[in-house]
């Protein structure tokens, strides 16, 4: 099997662990992988369980993709994170229900927790909103990554980047249980945040923690 039909694969079987993740529901969201100088996306409106490897939509640098086939409408954003970030070889993004929730207040997520370190810095930023699938909005999510693995968005939803689609999905699962974490702590009084020291420690620590240290 070529490398192009693994990843394909390996799309379609991560598809269909996003709403048993609680990640996203119905056709919501959409998975990418690096391949070659382009990407294969998520097709655009079809649930994940009826997605197949040959619906996987190849996407060039330049945006372009086989006459027939639609991917995702969020396509736009996939490519730039991969030509802004050489680290990234798989985008998730999903609309989870408290990441989604922060994005709908605007809120970082900041180091009320040590798992932060999940995203690859101090805080989780949350980009600004723009209308799905433009420019300007690709802009902002590129922007809310710099230095990060993971951002929201504002009024949308949550993006993990990985060095492997099952390293993404891992990290999507993460953010969305810091999130649900941070909202809790917010309804019992005023979390208490870890200093830049401590947030710096993590983050060496984490250089050999699990997933984080896998490709």
Same mark, same amino acid.
């Given at each position: 099997?070529?490398?192009?039909?693994?990843?394909?694969?390996?799309?379609?079987?991560q598809?269909?662990?996003l709403?048993?993740?609680?990640?996203?529901?119905?056709?919501?969201?959409?998975?990418?992988?690096?391949?070659?100088?382009?990407?294969?996306? @998520?097709?655009?409106?079809t649930?994940?369980?009826?997605? @197949?490897?040959?619906?996987?939509?190849?996407?060039?640098?330049?945006?372009?993709w086989?006459?027939?086939?639609?991917?995702?409408?969020?396509?736009?954003?996939?490519?730039d994170?991969?030509?802004?970030?050489?680290?990234a070889?798989?985008?998730?993004?999903?609309?989870?229900?408290?990441?989604?929730?922060?994005?709908?207040?605007?809120?970082?997520?900041?180091?009320?927790?040590?798992?932060?370190?999940v995203?690859?810095?101090?805080?989780?930023?949350?980009?600004?909103?723009?209308?799905?699938g433009?420019?300007?909005l690709?802009?902002?999510?590129?922007?809310?990554?710099?230095?990060?693995?993971a951002c929201?968005?504002?009024?949308?939803?949550?993006?993990?980047?990985?060095?492997?689609?099952?390293q993404?999905?891992w990290?999507?699962?993460?953010?969305?249980n810091?999130?649900?974490?941070?909202?809790?702590?917010?309804?019992?009084?005023?979390?208490?945040?870890? @200093?830049?020291?401590?947030?710096?420690?993590?983050?060496?620590k984490?250089?050999?923690?699990?997933?984080?240290?896998?490709?």
């Open positions: 099997m070529s490398d192009a039909q693994t990843l394909r694969q390996d799309l379609v079987t598809g269909a662990k709403a048993a993740s609680g990640l996203s529901q119905g056709t919501s969201g959409n998975l990418s992988a690096r391949c070659g100088e382009g990407f294969l996306i @998520t097709p655009s409106g649930p994940y369980e009826e997605i @197949t490897p040959e619906a996987i939509v190849p996407v060039d640098r330049d945006g372009h086989p006459d027939g086939q639609r991917p995702s409408s969020e396509w736009r954003f996939h490519r994170i991969y030509l802004a970030r050489p680290d070889q798989a985008i998730v993004h999903v609309h989870p229900p408290y990441a989604t929730a922060l994005a709908m207040c605007r809120r970082d997520i900041p180091p009320a927790h040590y798992m932060i370190a995203g690859g810095g101090g805080s989780i930023r949350c980009a600004g909103y723009h209308t799905y433009t420019q300007a690709s802009d902002a999510v590129v922007a809310a990554l710099e230095g990060r693995l929201l968005m504002a009024n949308h939803g949550m993006i993990a980047l990985g060095s492997s689609l099952a993404a999905m990290r999507a699962v993460e953010v969305e810091l999130a649900r974490q941070y909202v809790l702590a917010l309804q019992v009084g005023t979390p208490v945040m870890l @200093t830049d020291d401590e947030v710096a420690a993590v983050l060496e984490f250089a050999h923690y699990g997933l984080m240290s896998r490709s």
